[in-house]
Nanobody, 115 residues
């Protein structure tokens, strides 16, 4: 059973940067595709970025050019570097691991972009 723990959230001013981390344990991390989702108050959870087992990445249009997803299979970690943050990026960010029908979620970390 994979366990995912996010960290790195917080309060940042518009235009600032944050780096989120996701630590995985309890499973074979390198066999899972990893994703970041986010959910703002009153809105549905949405996919932000994906990184496959081979390291290929994909991004939602609203973060392209600003966010970078990465993974370190040796350390069982995934990261999301977020630059040029906007107030619309305010949300709880969730780490997600998927392998076939197996899906695991972290508890989420709050990101607030405000002056």
């Amino acid at each position: 059973q994979a366990q995912l723990v996010e960290s790195g959230g917080g309060l940042v001013q518009p235009g600032g940067s944050l780096k989120l981390s996701c630590a995985a344990s309890g499973s074979i991390f390198r066999l899972y595709a990893m994703r970041w989702f986010r959910q703002a108050p009153g809105k549905q959870r949405e996919l932000v970025a994906t990184i496959t087992t081979s390291g290929m990445t994909d991004y939602a249009d609203f973060v392209k050019g600003r966010f970078t997803i990465s993974r370190d299979n040796a350390k069982n970690t995934m990261a999301l570097q977020m630059n040029s943050l906007k107030p619309d990026d305010t949300a709880v960010y969730y780490c997600n691991a998927v392998r076939g029908t197996l899906i695991h979620w972290g508890q989420g970390t709050q990101v607030t972009v405000s002056s």
